[in-house]
């Protein structure tokens, strides 16, 4: 089956750019989206098919995917921005999510 | 505006069936081109994809799920249901219903938390 990797944990100060990392087989064929999920609240869709950002996503929120690698920015990361990450993509008709990434604002 | 809304016994006992329901709001759930998912996640941790079902009731499960699962549709009713046999403590989660669009999922239910105990 097809599996997404994503890292544990990622750190970053404010104001700086956060980079979430997702790698699967070929996974630059497909198309990834991203999810941000805060404690005790539902998964928020803030990047689909690759790049493109949902109306009332800020755009300090940026996707790439090429090759076996997607990737999640976060530029001039706040405070707000903590948080778990998953990305997610589609394979033989089922949907495949990440393992999920903790962002973390220090 | 879509809103989808689940509901269900919050308790089940080993071994029983799970059985939850989507209310779907704002829009009808016969729209053409639109599948509707569940998606469960455990306490502590990641998403897991459950299955889908397409309005006219074609349906994709979880490979490691399809043998305990069933979404069903209700199309006068709005409702997409889901049933989860045999289950354990394994199945304890927040499920989750969802609207995919363009191979993502744009909305999603407030979740529901099961929990699987005697």
């Known amino acids: 089956s097809y599996e997404l990797t994503q890292p544990p944990s990622v750190s970053v100060s404010p104001g700086q750019t956060a980079s979430v990392t997702c790698s699967g087989d070929?996974?630059?064929?497909?198309?990834a989206s991203w999810y941000q999920q805060k404690p005790g609240q539902s998964p928020v869709l803030v990047i689909y098919q690759d790049t493109k950002r949902p109306s009332g996503i800020t755009d300090r929120f940026s996707g790439s995917n090429s090759g076996n690698t997607a990737t999640l920015t976060i530029s001039g990361t706040q405070a707000m921005d903590e948080a778990d990450y998953y990305c997610q993509a589609w394979d033989s008709n089922t949907v495949v999510f990440g393992g999920g990434t903790k962002l973390t604002v220090l | 505006q879509l809103q989808l809304q689940e509901s269900g016994p919050g308790l089940v006992k080993p071994s029983e069936t799970l059985s939850l329901t989507c209310t779907v709001s704002?829009?009808?759930?016969?729209?053409?081109?639109?599948?509707w998912d569940w998606i469960r996640q455990p306490p502590g941790k990641g998403l897991e994809w459950v299955g889908n079902?397409?309005?006219?009731?074609?349906?994709y499960y979880n490979p490691s799920l399809k043998s305990r699962v069933t979404i069903s549709v209700d199309t006068s009713k709005n409702q997409f249901s889901l049933r989860l046999s045999s289950v354990t403590a394994a199945d304890t989660a927040v499920y989750y219903c969802?609207?995919?669009?363009?191979?993502?999922?744009?909305?999603w239910g407030q979740g529901t938390m099961v929990t699987v105990s005697s």
């Open positions: 079902i397409y309005y006219s009731g074609s349906t």
């Open positions: 070929k996974l630059g064929d497909k198309y």
């Open positions: 704002g829009g009808s759930i016969s729209s053409s081109g639109y599948y």
């Open positions: 969802a609207r995919p669009l363009s191979q993502a999922f744009d909305v």
